[in-house]
């Protein structure tokens, strides 16, 4: 639900988990309660202080002029809010108490299993649990890791800008953390941004993460830098740059005896080959990582190859054998337990162009809809999003 729909339900109830939040925002900054309210009259709205103070308790949820403001006053996306009401869900999955670290673990274990909300309920009690002991290195380490996996489960649940501050605070500790939470998270900022579609932050992050695992040896991190420069590289047009490095990448997994992610780095090196119009040959090496991926039982790769294969396809004008990649993708993705929006909003637009480019205004109208539908729980950017959204905003509301 978003942040002007809840509005409606203000007078109501408000939301014990956005005070929370709010209250942390309010403490990290130093701000008192008549602090924040000479803030929000700087920023041109009206906030008293015992208008806040019913927000932090939960007894009532704020207007969305309100919300503005106080995105305004802790320098976060309105967007933030409407993220922390919708992780409500998740409360009645957090433990009452636990031992941080194996808190840590056992939220590991539930992302492996594609159990997300789970694994951010884990976290997060470890992380209130940390934040309540008495600093010491050995905490603040915990601290950490604690905040980078978190990200990770935020950023599998559609919750960029939440992600993107856990990792903010993660690195706040780096002077403190050991090169390799660093490099992660680096790595995890980079990702975030350029989901975002922030590519200069992306390759200065990606950057950073590479010399830190360069530095202490550091191989298997190493490759995911190197990975995470391909993908700006590819995300910017720059096709065959990002062809070399995502080589250099295969090489340096192959060195740790990566496989996930040594594969994961062969698709995009099709994806590069098919944006550089070697269409067959792109072709050949994403049939190749299909046989790979299913013999591996990694699902997520495999409906990623297919996505990529329908792709290429959808370049070479094959539209029906593009078509069946799109499905056997679909199929993939849209497994019950660990969903792919991303992938499943590629595939319907490549359905909604295919419809459109073959005078199917019946097709063309059902793949539009997968589109709207799947559009809401994007928080992502890539270009086949940034190409509908631009459709849309020319006021084209229907196929």
Request: proline share 2%; hydrophobic share 40%; glycine share 8%.
């Amino acid at each position: 639900m978003g942040a002007r729909a809840q509005q409606a339900d203000a007078s109501l109830k408000g939301s014990v988990r956005l005070g929370s939040y709010l209250r942390r925002l309010r403490s990290g900054y130093g701000y008192s309660l008549r602090r924040v309210e000479e803030r929000a009259r700087a920023e041109g709205g009206e906030i008293d202080n015992s208008q806040l103070s019913r927000y932090e308790k939960g007894i009532c949820y704020p207007s969305f002029d309100k919300l503005r403001v106080l995105a305004n006053v802790f320098n976060v996306s309105i967007q933030s809010f409407s993220d922390i009401v919708d992780l409500e869900e998740f409360e009645a999955l957090k433990p009452a108490t636990g031992a941080p670290r194996a808190l840590v673990d056992e939220g590991v274990e539930a992302m492996k299993a594609g159990d997300n909300g789970r694994a951010f309920a884990l976290f997060e009690r470890a992380i209130e649990l940390l934040l309540d002991e008495e600093e010491s290195p050995a905490t603040e380490e915990i601290l950490g890791l604690a905040r980078i996996n978190q990200s990770a489960a935020l950023i599998r649940l559609g919750k960029l800008a939440l992600a993107e501050q856990e990792l903010r605070a993660a690195l706040r500790l780096s002077q403190r953390l050991d090169p390799t939470l660093q490099a992660r998270a680096l790595l995890a900022l980079a990702s975030t941004h350029a989901d975002q579609g922030d590519y200069f932050l992306s390759e200065i992050e990606a950057d950073r993460a590479y010399h830190i695992a360069l530095d202490h040896s550091l191989t298997r991190l190493a490759a995911k830098a190197v990975g995470a420069q391909a993908r700006v590289l590819l995300d910017t047009g720059q096709s065959a740059a990002a062809l070399d490095r995502y080589r250099e990448a295969a090489r340096l997994h192959s060195e740790c005896g990566d496989t996930y992610e040594g594969l994961r780095t062969k698709i995009m090196t099709g994806a590069c080959y098919t944006a550089l119009g070697k269409s067959r040959e792109g072709m050949r090496v994403l049939r190749e990582t299909l046989t790979e991926a299913r013999a591996a039982g990694h699902r997520r790769l495999e409906a990623l190859a297919w996505t990529n294969l329908g792709e290429a396809y959808y370049r070479a004008g094959d539209h029906p054998r593009a078509r069946g990649c799109f499905r056997e993708s679909d199929g993939l993705a849209m497994q019950a337990s660990a969903k792919h929006p991303d992938l499943l909003f590629i595939n319907a637009y490549y359905e909604w162009r295919m419809a459109a480019a073959e005078t199917n205004p019946t097709r063309e109208k059902i793949a539009f809809g997968r589109l709207k539908a799947l559009r809401s729980s994007l928080e992502r950017r890539f270009p086949e999003a940034e190409a509908f959204d631009d459709y849309v905003e020319k006021g084209h509301g229907h196929a």
